[in-house]
């Protein structure tokens, strides 16, 4: 065969390609460009409900931080403490504890007492400590107590002079009384009481529920 010949073929054979070659394309970009191929199975995912925790519910505050006389609770003191630590201020709260000296047996040395103090809550059956406040600086002792409510009984009562700054000592402190006490709200006392969580420093109270005192 000539080489002339064969090389015409050859160009007959390529146009041929070329010009089929857009046929065997169109079936494939139809099935791309149309949707999916038949053979080709869609399924719809199952609807997710989502399952969410319930808003908590916030309790209200056991107490109201201030009563409509600007004064404040125990739990109000403390929880202001920003603005209160450090500051003269006045709790309205009930006498639940006042602490006692132990007696010393005859005969026998003790230590000094502790100096005369009491705890003030914001309800008369309040059982935890953390929910007490304690009330220090109304007198250097348990005998000076004694004496005071004494000449109260016999009605000798002479207030100091205003001048002096010394503070009358109180002789109506009774368990169960409803006070309202202005002092200063300090961790630290000047009479070496502390407290993390704050102290009251008397510096005067006005009494506003009496229990019934004890028949001696």
Do not use: W
């Not at 494939?28 to 995912?45: F, H, K, S, W």
């Not at 000592?169 to 502390?194: C, E, H, M, Q, Y």
């Amino acid at each position: 065969m000539k080489r002339s010949s064969i090389r015409s073929r050859a160009l007959r054979v390529s146009q041929a390609l070329v010009l089929s070659a857009p046929l065997f394309a169109a079936p494939i970009l139809t099935a791309c460009e149309g949707g999916p191929a038949p053979d080709l199975v869609i399924e719809a995912l199952p609807e997710v409900s989502p399952t969410l925790p319930n808003v908590p519910v916030i309790p209200p505050p056991p107490y109201p931080i201030q009563y409509p006389d600007t004064s404040y609770s125990v739990y109000g003191v403390r929880r202001r403490e920003a603005t209160t630590m450090d500051h003269d201020v006045t709790i309205t709260a009930y006498i639940v504890q006042i602490y006692t000296p132990p007696e010393c047996p005859e005969g026998h040395t003790c230590a000094p007492p502790a100096a005369p103090h009491l705890y003030l809550a914001d309800a008369r059956d309040v059982g935890e400590d953390g929910q007490r406040l304690m009330l220090v600086g109304y007198a250097e002792n348990q005998a000076a107590i004694d004496e005071a409510v004494e000449d109260a009984r016999r009605g000798r009562t002479q207030p100091p002079e205003s001048e002096t700054g010394i503070i009358p000592i109180p002789t109506d402190f009774l368990v169960g009384n409803k006070v309202k006490v202005t002092g200063r709200f300090a961790r630290v006392s000047g009479a070496g009481f502390n407290n993390s969580e704050g102290l009251l420093e008397y510096r005067g109270h006005e009494t506003l529920e009496a229990v019934t005192p004890p028949e001696e």
